[in-house]
């Protein structure tokens, strides 16, 4: 099974400034046939089913805010969310669909700071 | 509008058995793949069971293998997912979500909690 591991396990970061998350892939989750990256990122809120948020590597899911983004490829990739909210406190996973079984990253706390 | 709502989970026994249902509306259910994913009091996303799109093939996580079997009704837009012996490690909301091929989860139930406690 392909493992995720997501940096830090958690963050603070204060109203309006910019919080990042990496996710690291045991191996590639780049395509050849496609070129595309196999890797989602989810969001979690407290007490709520995971919401998905970002598909290969770095397309927004419809009516997701423009202030999250996702970048990076082969088996380094980064969530960013430009300006925090206070509606952004969550948890982040990431998760690579390259290879059955589908896997996800531990996930990554963010708080305000 | 989309819908997943899950039913089934409850208190159980070690060694028990549990059904969990999955009601799907607001799409084609028979064209997608189907999962069934897990979340552990305090813990990450496994994923435990996928299902095809006509139930002909299935997939599972080495922790349920042999324990836990997925199915669909496709006439009834309904997943399910059977679970025999039960252990501790099985508590969790389980989540059934909507695969968009090839393989990102873009629609996930609320969840059903099971706890397997004597």
């Known amino acids: 099974d392909i493992v995720m591991t997501q940096s830090p396990d958690s963050l603070a970061v204060s109203l309006g400034e910019r919080a990042t998350i990496n996710c690291k892939s045991s191996q590639s989750i780049l395509h050849n046939s496609n070129n595309k990256n196999f890797l989602a990122w989810y969001q979690q809120k407290l007490g709520q089913p995971p919401r998905l948020l970002i598909y290969?590597?770095?397309t927004r899911e419809s009516g997701v805010p423009d202030r999250f983004s996702g970048s990076g490829s082969g088996t380094d990739f980064t969530l960013t969310i430009s300006s925090l909210q206070a509606e952004d406190v969550a948890v982040y996973y990431c998760?690579?669909?390259?290879?059955?079984?589908?896997?996800f990253g531990q996930g990554t706390k963010v708080e305000i700071e | 509008e989309v819908h997943l709502v899950e039913s089934g989970g409850g208190l159980v026994q070690p060694g028990g058995s549990l059904r969990l249902s999955c009601a799907a509306s607001g799409f084609t259910f028979s064209s997608y793949w189907m999962h069934w994913v897990r979340q552990a009091p305090g813990k990450g996303l496994v994923c435990v069971a996928r299902i095809s799109t006509d139930g002909s093939s299935s997939g599972y996580a080495d922790s349920v293998k042999g324990r836990f079997t997925i199915s669909r009704d496709n006439a009834k837009n309904t997943l399910f997912l059977q679970m025999n012996s039960l252990r501790a490690e099985d508590t969790a909301v389980y989540y059934c979500?909507?695969?968009?091929?090839?393989?990102?989860?873009?629609?996930w139930g609320k969840g059903t909690t099971v706890t397997v406690s004597s």
């Open positions: 979500a909507k695969d968009h091929t090839p393989g990102y989860m873009d629609v």
């Open positions: 998760q690579q669909y390259y290879s059955t079984p589908p896997t």
């Open positions: 290969w590597a770095s």
